[in-house]
């Protein structure tokens, strides 16, 4: 068993000494000692993200986080963390018609391909997918029941005033939004 | 599962097709043409099978132009 002692260390530090010593993780469990509330959550945000499962104590300021590999998702802490940023309601540029075709049948193959992302942000026109009146619902919703997070922008919501239509997954904002591209292992933005 | 595959030459007609079975409230699916059925990138239809013969008449009346429909069998989808 490993001990990393990130005190002190500046975001998002403490997150990538705990990646790195999760990849090379023998035994797979991991102690991290942190001391600041933002490290504490985001080292157990990011190892909760990775399938992994979190022991948390507290002394002082000072947290101590005991983060196990777990049996029942052993394949989800080699995964490497794909973020997919969908800012538009059609697939590449061109004609409006075959883009927002395009963007259905790519949808639509998602929950069939082999690999996920871990999370699908929806931003500007993205909305349009997610929200009353989109063909790829349903597919979404599979994702979404399959471990895929799904979020849509809260100001693009208002914007278009789809708010009250919101069909799948969650609101968010730019914060979570811009943590969940640093923290991605890989972004695929379309 | 079963389901059926319209195949099309042209995008516009996927997009004509599609309006007109929705329309008509059937239930689609725009997806890529199966690697089984076609080696290039076209989009296709997907419906559920047991609409098959309604699916087809209402595409014959309208005068969509369709390549093939074709069965397909998914398991576990």
Redesign the interface.
């Given at each position: 068993m490993e001990t990393i002692d990130a005190r002190d260390l500046a975001c998002p530090e403490p997150v990538i000494r705990t990646k790195k010593a999760l990849e090379n993780s023998k035994d797979g469990i991991l102690t991290v000692i942190v001391n600041s509330t933002e490290a504490n959550e985001n080292v157990q945000r990011f190892a909760k993200n990775q399938g992994c499962s979190v022991k948390a104590a507290e002394k002082n300021g000072v947290f101590t986080l005991e983060i196990h590999k777990t049996g029942q998702a052993p394949e989800m802490c080699q995964t490497k963390a794909v973020v997919m940023l969908i800012a538009s309601d059609q697939l590449g540029v061109g004609d409006e018609?075959?883009g927002q075709?395009?963007i259905?049948?790519f949808i639509?193959?998602l929950?069939?391909a082999k690999t996920r992302p871990a999370k699908m942000l929806f931003i500007n026109r993205g909305v349009m997918l997610t929200t009353e009146g989109s063909?790829v619902l349903?597919?979404l919703q599979k994702l979404e029941s399959n471990g895929v997070q799904i979020f849509s922008c809260g100001t693009c919501l208002n914007h278009y005033q789809l708010k009250e239509k919101l069909k799948v997954g969650k609101v968010t904002n730019m914060y979570d939004t811009v943590d969940s591209l640093l923290n991605a292992d890989n972004v695929i933005r379309i | 599962m079963k389901y059926g595959v319209i195949l099309f030459n042209t995008t516009t007609s996927v997009m004509q097709a599609e309006k007109i079975l929705l329309k008509a409230d059937f239930v689609i699916k725009l997806i890529p043409t199966p690697r089984e059925f076609s080696v290039d990138c076209g989009i296709s239809i997907r419906f559920e099978w047991d609409q098959n013969v309604q699916i087809k008449a209402l595409l014959e009346k309208e005068k969509v132009n369709y390549e093939a429909i074709l069965l397909l069998v998914v398991n576990g989808i």
């Open positions: 018609a075959l075709l395009l259905a049948a639509n193959t929950p069939e063909r349903d597919s | -």
